[in-house]
T-cell receptor, first 112, second 119 residues
Framework: GQNIDQPTEMTATEGAIVQINCTYQ??????LFWYQQHAGEAPTFLSY??LDGLEEKGRFSSFLSRSKGYSYLLLKELQMKDSASYLC?????????????WGAGTKLIIKP | ETGVTQTPRHLVMGMTNKKSLKCEQH?????MYWYKQSAKKPLELMFV???????ENNSVPSRFSPECPNSSHLFLHLHTLQPEDSALYLC??????????????????FGPGTRLTVL
């Protein structure tokens, strides 16, 4: 079967760094997405990886290792507004631009 | 503002009611999606439309009936729902672009969702 695993909840301190891991088992791979979702709001796109390596975007970076079926989202200089759920999703099939396989999300709690 | 709007934001209905959820996207996208989001569960894809044609139907019960009159509007018609259908229903859109070729990220843009409670 196809599966995305990520921790249910993490806690970090304001100003610190946190790494949210995501592992996947899918029948194919055509890109991995990270989304942020604040409570009661829509998920918003954060990053996309299709090749191995690190993609950096300001305070957020995302890493991918296709051979290990592994990605992480790195958040630096944490701010209180970063408290949210972080969703990992994989586009699993080369013949579909539409189907994403989603993880259940990691709820990140930032403490002062 | 994500460019995708949904109405209503909250809906309470009885099991015998009929209601409709509406989604509109102002981004010029070709593909639109309905998702169900339940607490602590992954997003469940329900339906996908590309250029108004339904391309995915992930074994959704017939009490959920989608309608896509054009590339900008998407409806989800609800009838004789069950309490376990209570969830957040999210609409999303993306640029689409056919199959076998990824021209860009093709990321999905989500609406704020409709919080549905079935009594």
């Amino acid at each position: 079967g196809q599966n995305i695993d990520q921790p249910t909840e993490m806690t970090a301190t304001e100003g610190a760094i946190v790494q949210i891991n995501c592992t996947y088992q899918t029948s194919g791979f055509n890109g991995l997405f990270w989304y942020q979702q604040h409570a009661g709001e829509a998920p918003t796109f954060l990053s996309y990886n299709v090749l191995d390596g690190l993609e950096e975007k300001g305070r957020f970076s995302s890493f991918l290792s296709r051979s290990k079926g592994y990605s992480y989202l790195l958040l630096k200089e944490l701010q209180m507004k970063d408290s949210a759920s972080y969703l990992c999703a994989v586009r699993g099939h080369m013949d579909s631009n539409y189907q994403l396989i989603w993880g259940a999300g990691t709820k990140l709690i930032i403490k002062p | 503002e994500t460019g995708v709007t949904q109405t209503p934001r909250h809906l309470v209905m009885g099991m015998t009611n009929k209601k409709s959820l509406k989604c509109e996207q102002h981004l010029g996208h070709n593909a639109m999606y309905w998702y169900k989001q339940s607490a602590k569960k992954p997003l469940e894809l329900m339906f996908v439309y590309n250029f108004k044609e339904q391309t995915e139907n992930n074994s959704v019960p017939s009490r959920f009936s989608p309608e896509c009159p054009n590339s900008s509007h998407l409806f989800l018609h609800l009838h004789t729902l069950q309490p376990e259908d209570s969830a957040l229903y999210l609409c999303a859109s993306s640029q689409g672009g056919g199959t076998g070729e990824i021209r860009n990220y093709n990321e999905q843009f989500f609406g704020p969702g409709t919080r549905l409670t079935v009594l």
